[in-house]
């Protein structure tokens, strides 16, 4: 059983130093499924403290140590992976299946790569063969505060709390407040595991509050951030007294390019990506650009394909989707979809309301508007639920145009069988990750964004570097090595 109302702090669970119960609500029955303890300054300044006196001799320990904790981690999920899927499961409304076959098992996978490419860091190296006496060491950033958002939960705090660890760094994890029990469950592999005291340390609380002061105490190095851009806008502005390093992960609006000789599964591929998770993925292809002369046949098609996606029960097996992950989100999206009818997009398929058959749960039905246009609100603003957007372009520079049209640059998506076509587009495309003809990126890959996607890099080497600093040394004694 989770312990849900202490924080894990120097190598403990301990209460909080003042009590601020929070509720955790289950999406799809409404119903309280735990309550957590938010935090205040002084669990965020013990939480720190831990980390600080325990970052000297963590950073000292050798690479290869800390690669055989972090694989104990690994042994800890193998021994508990159904907990952590229901974890999942019922803090954030993914249906069981997407729970145990997506969702939590992000954790072994990430993990694993971690550990493969960890071996490719070069911690300390001549800065050339003609300067042998200059070279660059690598070294861990300090304290790092992780802030994490409950969209993908596992899939976030592995891809930073692992490489931080392998870095040599020292943690301080706030995950979501939404949804804090795969986190929970998260620290006692880590405690199991036996990482040392103080090197990981666990506080929830909610952005203003334990989040504001990680982004503010002088003794964090780092902050960490994936979430909305408008946090991550305002974590960079509370950072920026003292100077820490900031990487952020934020949201998107991706378009997926349907040129006229797409593969024959392209759209509904596309369609059931941008559903997928309740369409809560900041890399959903939420803006489908479909060349003019198949246009009115993609519109069939998507329509076709949304109008079976199922919404369901998320304890029942299935693929079919969950619901979103508050009443909030829910109203949101609401407005969203209701705005689309207003500004004069044709809606083929959901609309506004709950599904057919359901009365309890933050469900939204899988939406489609066709005939939208790239200035219409629903193009532009992320939506963060299950409702696609589909405009028609011309030529390869108009789809260009139209894609790159948007504040937002995290994944962009093409869809043709003409190879020089996929590169120029891939190079064309103002966004950090492209992913063409349904091929997924391959393991060490880096996840990040431009624009207000934010910069980030997670995954792979890039993503143990990000918690790295590059010191560069002169007059190095080979001799004595």
């Excluded at 800390?66 to 981690?73: L, S």
């Excluded at 729970?99 to 800065?127: G, M, Y």
């Excluded at 640059?409 to 492209?434: E, P, W």
């Amino acid at each position: 059983m989770i312990n849900t109302t202490d924080f894990y702090i120097n190598g403990a669970w301990v209460p909080p130093v003042a009590s601020r119960p929070c509720d955790v609500i289950n999406p799809a029955s409404e119903e309280v499924c735990a309550t957590i303890s938010l935090g205040d300054q002084a669990d965020t300044n013990a939480a720190v403290k831990a980390a600080s006196e325990a970052f000297p001799t963590w950073a000292a320990t050798p690479p290869a140590e800390r690669a055989a904790f972090v694989a104990k981690i690994l042994e800890q999920y193998n021994k508990r992976e159904e907990e952590m899927a229901q974890a999942i499961s019922v803090e954030m409304g993914a249906p069981i299946d997407l729970a145990r076959k997506s969702q939590a098992t992000c954790l072994p996978w990430h993990l694993e790569n971690f550990l493969e490419a960890v071996e490719a860091v070069e911690w300390d190296r001549p800065l050339r063969d003609d300067a042998p006496n200059d070279r660059i060491i690598m070294e861990p950033i300090g304290v790092v505060g992780l802030i994490t958002p409950w969209n993908w939960p596992m899939n976030q705090v592995t891809l930073k709390v692992i490489p931080a660890l392998l870095a040599g760094c020292t943690i301080v994890l706030k995950p979501s407040e939404e949804a804090p029990l795969s986190s929970l469950l998260f620290a006692e592999f880590v405690h199991d595991a036996g990482v040392p005291a103080g090197v990981f340390n666990l506080v929830n609380g909610d952005g203003l509050g334990v989040g504001t002061q990680l982004s503010t105490h002088p003794d964090v190095a780092m902050i960490s951030f994936t979430g909305s851009t408008r946090a991550g806008t305002a974590i960079s502005k509370a950072a920026a007294e003292t100077l820490k390093r900031v990487t952020l992960e934020l949201g998107g609006k991706g378009a997926n390019v349907i040129f006229a000789d797409a593969d024959a599964k392209a759209v509904k591929r596309g369609v059931l990506h941008c559903m997928q998770n309740s369409g809560q993925s900041c890399n959903a292809p939420t803006r489908m650009l479909v060349e003019s002369s198949i246009y009115d046949r993609v519109v069939d098609e998507a329509t076709e394909v949304a109008a079976k996606v199922n919404v369901g029960p998320t304890s029942e097996p299935g693929r079919h989707i969950g619901p979103v992950v508050n009443k909030s989100q829910w109203d949101k999206i609401q407005g969203m979809i209701q705005t689309g009818i207003d500004e004069g997009a044709r809606l083929v398929a959901g609309g506004t309301g709950l599904p057919e058959g359901v009365n309890r749960g933050y469900y939204v039905r899988p939406t489609v508007f066709a005939d939208v246009t790239n200035d219409m609100a629903i193009a532009q603003q992320e939506i963060f639920g299950p409702v696609l957007s589909i405009i028609p372009f011309a030529d390869e520079a108009e789809a260009v145009s139209i894609a790159n049209d948007t504040a937002y640059g995290l994944t962009n998506y093409v869809q043709t069988a003409d190879g020089a076509r996929r590169n120029r587009m891939a190079r064309a495309l103002k966004s950090g990750m492209v992913e063409m003809n349904g091929m997924d990126r391959a393991a060490g890959s880096p996840f990040g964004g431009m624009k207000m996607s934010g910069r980030a890099r997670e995954g792979g080497l890039w993503g143990i570097e990000e918690f790295l600093e590059v010191k560069a040394v002169s007059g190095w004694d080979i001799a004595a090595e």
